[in-house]
Nanobody
Framework: QVQLVESGGGLVQAGGSLRLSCAAS????MAWFRQAPGKEREFVAG????????GYADSVKGRFTISRDNAKNTVYLQMNSLKPEDTAVYYC????????????????WGQGTQVTVSS
């Protein structure tokens, strides 16, 4: 059974930073998604199994960075210059080797962590 455990969410002022972590029970291609109230779940960033390939949503490019520590089976999302519109529940997701922006392609999900950005 694949387990994903997220941590690092919280309340921050606009312009601030947070780092999310997702510890997995194995090594997979990983991604972060987010879902705000009343909105669909959307892709934020993804990183391939080996870590050499990453992808970002246009809305977070230049502000967020996804990385991984394969020795710890942990993926991170460094979020800088946060905006109120980044407020959402952030979910970690895992699949085989290659990442994708489509949430229905990920069979494994974490429980989510709340990120709230105040203006």
């Amino acid at each position: 059974q694949v387990q994903l455990v997220e941590s690092g969410g919280g309340l921050v002022q606009a312009g601030g930073s947070l780092r999310l972590s997702c510890a997995a029970s194995g090594r997979y291609a990983m991604a972060w998604f987010r879902q705000a109230p009343g909105k669909e779940r959307e892709f934020v960033a993804g990183i391939a199994w080996g870590g050499g390939s990453t992808g970002y949503a246009d809305s977070v490019k230049g502000r967020f960075t996804i990385s991984r520590d394969n020795a710890k089976n942990t993926v991170y999302l460094q979020m800088n210059s946060l905006k109120p519109e980044d407020t959402a529940v952030y979910y970690c997701a895992a699949r085989g080797i290659a990442t994708t922006s489509r949430p229905n392609q990920y069979p494994y999900w974490g429980q989510g962590t709340q990120v709230t950005v105040s203006s």
